[in-house]
């Protein structure tokens, strides 16, 4: 419990840039699906390739500041966690990394670690060009965060876990220091949830990013097994009788002659919907490309704003599918895990600083050494 908590504090800053990069809920879903949280990394695997160099060995220069690699095993350690789980898990370092095109997987966790220390970095950097720095209130909280895991734990033990982790007392406070220092950025230029865009910012990044915003009414042709508790289609009888009531549901809405026909929707979700996810998200599904089922997603792409569609089936059964406004405080379903704070408005200001931190990143003077350049993973297996 101790490692993942201070994995968590020390990837809260790039967390944060990491949400605004790329939507996380990439597989088709009907309703948000939790999130599952990797397991810590062996140490025993990175024990033997943190041997294949000395500790004050340097491995990069960052504006001239170099990087050994005593602090560079951490963020590959990082991105270890962040792509495996564990390097147990990584099948090889010169194997084809499943997810990228034409590098290893060694490749692939060096790329992580430097992103992840150049972000770092390139917050650092432009803090300086702000003219941002860390308050004394700033390092008192920083502090305060040490001494609480002390409190809770014990120094003793909690230096130990960082040591599993391949990091310091100083590079952790300074990592805790950094996102401070990113949040005080984000917040004088746009604010920390966005608070300093318009309207019109925020509906120009939903239009970039393809966001849609729908409500639906399921009626469901999957059902759970009793036996294993996995859903498994309905019989061809069952599945008649399912397209029955969906075309009567839908013969109700079309009949429909009333002036608001959004309450009326509403009613109708509460009363027929087998969607549980229409419980948690009254106001509607706010996704882009890839976090609904194609069948959802291209149905709700054809309508204009206010419009339903007819039956659109599914692998989880006969969708009714109204369309409605985005809803700039709402939650995009890929970021549901993460809570309220990330709504559109929010992931707005993430994604418009991101794009400010990416010209600080490129403006870094970045130098690999040949002890970098001439790392095998392999040769520590």
Not at 293 to 312: P, W
Request: with cysteine; charged share 25%; hydrophobic share 40%.
């Amino acid at each position: 419990m101790l490692k993942r908590r201070l994995i968590a504090a020390l990837l809260c800053a790039l967390l944060a840039l990491s949400l605004a990069a790329c939507n996380k809920a990439e597989q088709p879903q009907g309703t948000p699906s939790p999130s599952q949280e990797p397991a810590p990394a062996d140490g025993a695997a990175l024990d033997k390739i943190y041997a294949l160099h000395a500790p004050e060995t340097v491995m990069l220069t960052v504006n001239g500041e170099e990087i050994t690699w005593e602090t560079f095993i951490y963020f590959v350690e990082s991105s270890v966690y962040q792509l495996f789980g564990s390097a147990d898990n990584v099948g090889g370092w010169s194997e084809p990394f499943l997810y990228g095109e034409g590098e290893t997987n060694q490749q692939a966790v060096l790329d992580g670690a430097v992103s992840i220390l150049l972000q770092n970095k390139a917050v650092e950097y432009g803090a300086k060009l702000m003219n941002v720095s860390l308050s004394e209130e700033d390092q008192k909280a920083v502090q305060s965060e040490w001494d609480s895991l002390v409190d809770a734990y014990g120094e003793e033990e909690l230096l130990r876990t960082l040591k599993e982790q391949y990091c310091t007392k100083e590079l952790f406070f300074w990592i805790l220091g950094t996102n401070r220092l990113f949040e005080k950025c984000l917040d004088a230029m746009f604010g920390l949830h966005g608070e300093k865009l318009s309207d019109e910012d925020v509906a120009e990044y939903a239009g970039n990013e393809d966001y849609m915003m729908a409500k639906h009414i399921l009626i469901k042709t999957i059902k759970t097994d009793e036996e294993t508790g996995r859903d498994v289609p309905m019989t061809d009888e069952e599945k008649a009788a399912a397209r029955e009531r969906a075309e009567s549901v839908l013969a109700e809405i079309e009949s429909y002659a009333g002036d608001d026909f959004g309450a009326f929707f509403d009613s109708l979700v509460k009363k027929y919907s087998e969607d549980p996810g229409s419980l948690t998200n009254p106001d509607g599904y706010l996704f882009t490309k890839g976090n609904m089922v194609r069948e959802f997603e291209d149905a709700t792409r054809a309508l204009k704003v206010g419009e339903h569609s007819g039956l659109v089936e599914s692998q989880f059964g006969y969708h009714i599918i109204y369309r409605v406004p985005v809803d700039y405080s709402a939650v995009p379903i890929a970021y549901s895990s993460y809570g309220d704070a990330y709504n559109l408005r929010t992931l707005t200001a993430y994604g418009m600083f991101r794009s400010v931190l990416d010209s600080w990143q490129e403006a870094l003077e970045v130098a690999y050494t040949d002890a970098y350049n001439a790392l095998d993973f392999s040769a520590a297996a």
